[in-house]
């Protein structure tokens, strides 16, 4: 009796691995955006916390005021990066019922 509620239970970490690679793949092709200095900034990041494209208007562009410009790319790549994260923990939470795996996510 024991050995079919450890197959049973295999198989549904099976299933459950495999949902968790095919939704890695998914959130992997998400992107989720964010801006800064009132959208002169634009950082888009994916659901692999890849920051795939950072966008700067002209009128950000100052000489003279370098270090307000890398200011708001941090600003904007570190919202992007934690906007990826929310969605990344948000959608294993839906998987893996809210279960805390350490080390997963």
Not at 41 to 46: E, F, I, L, R
Not at 55 to 67: F, G, Q, S, T, Y
Request: proline share 3%.
């Amino acid at each position: 009796m024991m050995g079919g509620n450890m197959s049973k239970m295999m198989k549904q970490v099976q299933k459950m691995q495999q949902d968790m690679l095919r939704l890695q793949e998914e959130l992997g092709n998400r992107t989720v955006e964010s801006t800064a200095g009132g959208g002169a900034v634009k950082v888009v990041a994916n659901g692999r916390n890849e920051i795939v494209s950072i966008e700067i208007k002209p009128e950000a562009l100052d000489p003279e005021d370098v270090e307000m410009l890398q200011d708001m790319i941090l600003a904007a790549v570190n919202e992007a990066l934690k906007k990826a994260q929310d969605m990344i923990s948000q959608e294993m939470g839906r998987l893996t019922g809210n279960l805390k795996i350490p080390g997963l996510f």
